[in-house]
C-alpha cells in the first residue's frame, strides 16, 4: 500500500474528491482528512489518532533502541558469576522485555508528538486548506493521482509515502 498525500483547498472540494474516489473503489477507510481543529468534516472520514500522530515510527524506534538495551543488559547479567546456567535465555528474555517496554514507551512518546509527514502541509492545513490522505495498493498510485489532477487542478499533489503500515 501507498499512501498519498492531497492538499485541497477547501471542505467542498475534499467532498467531491471523495465521492470520486468512492466511485473508483476506493474504500470510505482508507481515505483520511486532516483539517484544522474548529473545522466542521460532517459526513468526511477524519483522520484518526494514528494517523496524525508519529505513533508508528516512534514505537519502531523505541522497539529497536528496547531490544539493543535488553540485549545488551543480558550480554552483561551472563557476565556475572552464577548467571552462566540461564545462558542464552537470560539475552533472549531482556531483549524481548527491552523490546516491549521501548515499543510502549515509544508507542506513548509518539501519541504526544504530531505526524512528522504532516509537518510541511500544518501553514497551509491552519490557513484552511485541507490535506487528504489515500491509501492505495501501489498499482494503483498512477490512476488515483492523475484522476484528481485531472478534474482538479486547484489540487497540489503533496507526494506518496512508500509504505504504510496495515493496521492505521
Known amino acids: 500500500m501507498r499512501r498519498l498525500y492531497f492538499l485541497l483547498p477547501d471542505i467542498k472540494t475534499a467532498r467531491m474528491i471523495v465521492t470520486e474516489l468512492l466511485l473508483?473503489?476506493?474504500?470510505e477507510r482508507h481515505i483520511h482528512i486532516i483539517a484544522k481543529e474548529d473545522?466542521?468534516?460532517e459526513e468526511l472520514p477524519e483522520a484518526s489518532l494514528l494517523?496524525?500522530?508519529d505513533f508508528i515510527p516512534a514505537t519502531e524506534k523505541g522497539v529497536a533502541l528496547g531490544g539493543t538495551t535488553g540485549l545488551?543488559?543480558?550480554?552483561?547479567?551472563?557476565?556475572?558469576p552464577g548467571v552462566v546456567v540461564a545462558g542464552g535465555a537470560i539475552?533472549?528474555?531482556?531483549s524481548l522485555a527491552g523490546?516491549?517496554?521501548?515499543?510502549?514507551?515509544?508507542?506513548?512518546?509518539?501519541?504526544?508528538?504530531s505526524n512528522s509527514r504532516h509537518k510541511q502541509f500544518e501553514d497551509a492545513?491552519?490557513?484552511?486548506?485541507?490535506?487528504?490522505?489515500?491509501?492505495?495498493?501501489?498499482?494503483?498510485v498512477e490512476e488515483i493521482s492523475e484522476l484528481v489532477k485531472k478534474y482538479h487542478p486547484e489540487v497540489d499533489f503533496g507526494g506518496t509515502e512508500p509504505d504504510i503500515p496495515a493496521f492505521p
Open 72 to 80: 545488551l543488559a543480558g550480554l552483561v547479567a551472563m557476565s556475572l
Open 125 to 140: 492545513i491552519n490557513q484552511g486548506n485541507v490535506l487528504m490522505l489515500v491509501d492505495i495498493p501501489k498499482t494503483r
Open 24 to 27: 473508483t473503489h476506493v474504500e
Open 39 to 41: 473545522t466542521s468534516l
Open 51 to 53: 494517523q496524525k500522530s
Open 91 to 94: 539475552v533472549l528474555l531482556s
Open 99 to 113: 523490546a516491549g517496554m521501548g515499543a510502549w514507551l515509544g508507542g506513548m512518546i509518539g501519541l504526544d508528538v
